[in-house]
C-alpha cells in the first residue's frame, strides 16, 4: 500500500528565511508525487508535481521540491520565506503503476514569523 | 474556466439522518474524487470516479456511497449519519488523460453532525 509522511505536524521560521517542509513516501512502483497548500477556510491549491525528469521541480510562488529516490523523499523549500507563505502544506503521492487513488499526508501547519 | 464547485458549503444535520452533497468539477474534466478532512486525521480519501464508474474506494464503512453522472457532476451520501462524520468534505477533480495529472480542488462542504 502507499503512503505518505510528513514528519512535522509544525514548521515555524522567519521571514526571509529558508523554509523546508518535509515528506517522505512509500510506493511499490514509481510515483508521481505532489504539493498542495491550504489557506484558511479554503480548498487545496496545486503547487507542483514530479512526474518523470529532472529531480529539481519548480512550482507556484517561489516553492520547488527535489526528488530523491534513494531516500524516498520530496521535501518542499524555498528560498526566503514570506508571512502570506503561512499555511497548511499537504504531500501526496500516487503509484505509477497500479490502478491507485492519489494518497495525501496528514499536513504540516507552516508558520513565518515577521 | 469556473472552478470545481461544492454544494451546499455548510450543513448541520443530526445523528441518524442522512446527507447528499454534490460536486460539479470543472468543464472537460472526467475524474472526480472526493476526500473527508479531520483535524486529526487529514485528507482522507473516499471515492474516485472517471467516466461513470468508480475506480478506486477509500476504507470507509458501506454508510458512504457516491456516484457519477454522465456530465461529470458527482454526488457523494452518507446514511446514518454519527458524529464522527463531522469533516470538511472536499471534491477534485481532474482531466485525467495520463495518471499523473493534478487534481483541482472545491471549496468544500463543513458538515456538522449534532
Known amino acids: 500500500a502507499q503512503s505518505v509522511a510528513q514528519p512535522e505536524d509544525q514548521v515555524n521560521v522567519a521571514e526571509g528565511n529558508p523554509l523546508t517542509v518535509k515528506c517522505t513516501y512509500s510506493?511499490?512502483?514509481?510515483?508521481?508525487l505532489f504539493w498542495y497548500v491550504q489557506y484558511p477556510n479554503r480548498g487545496l491549491q496545486f503547487l507542483l508535481k514530479?512526474?518523470?525528469?529532472?529531480?529539481l521541480v519548480k512550482g507556484s510562488y517561489g516553492f520547488e521540491a527535489e526528488f530523491n529516490k534513494s531516500q524516498t523523499s520530496f521535501h518542499l523549500k524555498k528560498p526566503s520565506a514570506l508571512v502570506s507563505d503561512s499555511a497548511l502544506y499537504f504531500c501526496?503521492?500516487?503509484?505509477?503503476?497500479?490502478?491507485?487513488?492519489?494518497?495525501f499526508g496528514k499536513g504540516t501547519r507552516l508558520s513565518v514569523i515577521a | 474556466k469556473a472552478g470545481v464547485t461544492q454544494t451546499p458549503r455548510y450543513l448541520i444535520k443530526t445523528r441518524g439522518q442522512q446527507v447528499t452533497l454534490s460536486c460539479s468539477p470543472i468543464?472537460?474534466?472526467?475524474?472526480v474524487s472526493w476526500y473527508q478532512q479531520t483535524p486529526g486525521q487529514g485528507l482522507q480519501f473516499l471515492f474516485e470516479?472517471?467516466?461513470?464508474?468508480?475506480?478506486n474506494k477509500g476504507n470507509f464503512p458501506g454508510r458512504f456511497s457516491g456516484r457519477q453522472f454522465s456530465n461529470s457532476r458527482s454526488e457523494m451520501n452518507v446514511s446514518t449519519l454519527e458524529l464522527g462524520d463531522s469533516a470538511l468534505y472536499l471534491c477534485?477533480?481532474?482531466?485525467?488523460?495520463?495518471?499523473?495529472?493534478?487534481?483541482?480542488f472545491g471549496p468544500g462542504t463543513r458538515l456538522t453532525v449534532l
Open positions: 477534485a477533480s481532474s482531466q485525467q488523460t495520463v495518471r499523473g495529472d493534478e487534481q483541482f
Open positions: 510506493v511499490s512502483g514509481n510515483p508521481y
Open positions: 514530479y512526474i518523470t525528469g529532472d529531480n
Open positions: 501526496a503521492v500516487r503509484d505509477m503503476s497500479g490502478n491507485t487513488p492519489l494518497v
Open positions: 468543464s472537460g474534466h472526467r475524474s
Open positions: 470516479y472517471f467516466s461513470e464508474t468508480q475506480r
